[in-house]
């Protein structure tokens, strides 16, 4: 067979002869030219027209000579990739709907405006979501107001948990997702029973610590009374008792936290009020330099004097705790200092110290409830029950508030709490 471009090349020749032969006969070499010319081009126009026809009518390739059948072969080529590349498109999103349908949690695709593109099957059920509100924005069918203002936000790794809609007594964790272009992915997850087994872990721990309270005080009680007649006790049970007495005071001191954290899980938020901040570090300082006459040295850098929308006795236990670990865990010629100040529009409290320092691979489990560094790190804190941490972290999430902490082996450490904007009242002496 010949080549396209060959097969159009002797097409023109024979067109060429063909005028020659035609001015031969007529004389009129100009006009014969001419007509061949018109010819091609008509010929041309003929298989432009049956390309348009095809591809707006589909049916049959179209067959023509020259360069003509090549352009016609191209296109079915290319027609039929694009069919089947469809075909396998469409079989992929049907299997990525059959999958998102079958899935447990509610998927909802919104769109620039918020509004309601797709939803599965899962939406429906837990959202209370119909095919008609496909289109409406989802802050009008969820109107809770925490709802509303998660909606607004933009952090992708942020959840909230809200009432559902339909389901009695259901609770859904909800988060939202960006993807595409001015697209988000709403995922709502029941997590009634998670949330139902936390309840009764809490509550677990904290009837149990109440329990332990009272043998405890009993315990603690005659402990004191044999304190008192220390010259009567022989020596040999004079150890065993402080012993005893200091695993009591170990004990009454997780029993504490225990009750402190359950509180703080518990939810149940205390009225925000405005909170003196110097006056709270100036009295938590009094008491923490209280503790120890060996202790490092303590000093209070006012460098604003704004004060916090909070609660006080949370915000007293978490910078409590703070304090008296940089005293506890710094040695005697140490130094601790405690520096309110201005950052970002919001405010800083840092608690910096030249104790032992922290390895890294500690940093990110310290506010584990029970962890400590203690096991593996020679020296003090040997009373800790590592329950410390965990209550500040619990505090400044409550309190909108996040906790930095740098620290390097061998020089110190620093535990920054950033209080955002909405949380802080500067005193308008504060003019930076
Ligand atoms: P603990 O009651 O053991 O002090 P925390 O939760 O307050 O419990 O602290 C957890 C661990 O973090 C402690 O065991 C201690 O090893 C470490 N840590 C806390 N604060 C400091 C600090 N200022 N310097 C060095 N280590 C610290």
Known sequence: MLSPWRSEFYWLIWLLFFGIFLGKLSGMYFAALWLCSLIYLARNIYHINRIVLWLRSGGKVPQGGGIWEEIYYLIFRLKRRNKSRKKRLLAMLERFRTATTALPDATVVLGPRDEI?????????????????????????????????????????????IASPIMDKAQLEIRIVPYGENLRLLVAQDVTHIRFMERVRSDFVANVSHELRTPLTVLKGYLETLEDADQDIPERYRKVFRHMEEHTARMQKLIDGLLSLTKLESGTLAPYKLVDCPGLLLSVCNEAQLLKPDQASLELILETHADLYGVESELRSAFSNLVVNALKYTPGDGKVQVRWRRENGGAVLEVEDTGPGIASEHLPRLTERFYRVEPGRAGGGKDGVGLGLAIVKHVLTRHEAELKIVSTVGKGSCFGCRFPEKRVLFDVDDSK
Do not use: M
Request: hydrophobic share 40%; charged share 25%.
């Open 117 to 161: 593109d797709w939803f599965n099957d899962a939406a429906e059920r837990l959202l209370g979501l119909r095919k008609s509100d496909i289109g409406q924005q989802i802050g009008n069918l969820l109107r809770q107001p925490k709802f509303v203002e998660f909606l607004r936000g933009t952090d992708a790794s942020a959840t909230i948990t």
